[in-house]
């Protein structure tokens, strides 16, 4: 079976937009040839796009989103090319949430007294499925051809104890995220809050050691799989 695939980005950036860094291969297998990665065991096409929003940093750039932007095909292309049965559900989630993190750890290595930060959301293309990462205060919605927008995913905006509870049934998303913003490890202290606000990032070192009281800040994402059909039409990343 082939799949025509069209991918076209645009976007209204805020006045931070120096932090903003994002990347779009259309063919994902091509360059994964160019590192010798074949990903012909997997289904086609494939393709990649990645947001990253920086945070915490000068309007001269953000060394945090530059760092990511830079590495993160790096981290997932080897992992998607050393199985070579075919890819279920939960695979595809662990491999990008082993390649969030893993790139973390490498900025961290790389940048070790960096403050910088910066939330992501990458939206990977396999055959008919969307798998979509998100992290920090990114939130991620499908578009469908009758006009109408699905929420898929929620940013990990910490709660505000001053606003009015909303009705979760309301706004509950139409495919619900993997792992709840609301369980134990994503509640952050009151300083960190006034940091940072939301509750996973990459960078932040500094509110990630131990002696910090943000213990909570993680740079592990969320991730679905969402299997598109003829009403799809694309997908947005909101930051």
């Known amino acids: 079976q082939s799949f025509d695939l069209s ?3 645009g976007g209204f950036c805020h006045e931070r937009a120096s932090q903003v860094r994002n990347v779009v291969v259309k ?34 750039g953000n060394v945090c989103a530059e760092f990511c932007a830079k590495h993160f ?17 939960d695979r595809l989630k662990a491999a990008m949430r082993e390649s969030f993190e893993e790139l973390d ?6 940048h070790p007294e960096s403050s910088h930060g910066c939330c992501a959301a990458v939206g990977l293309l396999v ?9 920090g205060d990114v939130a ?53 809050a ?14 990630k050691r131990p002696k910090s009281a943000a213990m909570a800040l993680s740079a592990t994402p969320d991730v679905i799989v969402l299997r598109l059909q003829q009403e799809h039409h694309g997908f947005a990343f909101l930051y």
Not at 32 to 59: K, T, V
Not at 105 to 110: I, L
Not at 152 to 166: F, G, N
Request: proline residues 6%.
């Open 7 to 9: 991918v076209s980005v």
């Open 194 to 207: 006034r940091a940072v606000p939301w509750t996973r990032a990459f960078g932040d070192l500094d509110l």
């Open 73 to 89: 095909h790096g981290k997932l292309l080897p992992r998607l090319a050393a199985f070579r049965g075919y890819w279920v559900d």
């Open 105 to 110: 750890t490498s900025f961290a290595e790389k």
């Open 27 to 60: 063919d994902l297998a091509k360059a994964a040839q160019a590192m010798r990665l074949p990903l012909d065991h997997l289904d086609h096409p494939i393709a990649m796009y990645a947001l990253f929003d920086g945070h915490r940093s000068s309007a001269k």
């Open 140 to 192: 991620c919605c499908a578009n469908l051809h009758n006009g109408e927008t699905r929420l898929l995913m929620r940013a990990h905006a910490v709660p505000d104890p001053d606003a009015e509870e909303e009705d979760d049934e309301d706004d509950a998303p139409a495919t619900p995220a993997c792992g709840s913003a609301s369980s134990a490890e994503d509640v952050m202290s009151a300083a960190a």
């Open 127 to 135: 055959g008919d499925r969307l798998v979509v990462a998100s992290l």
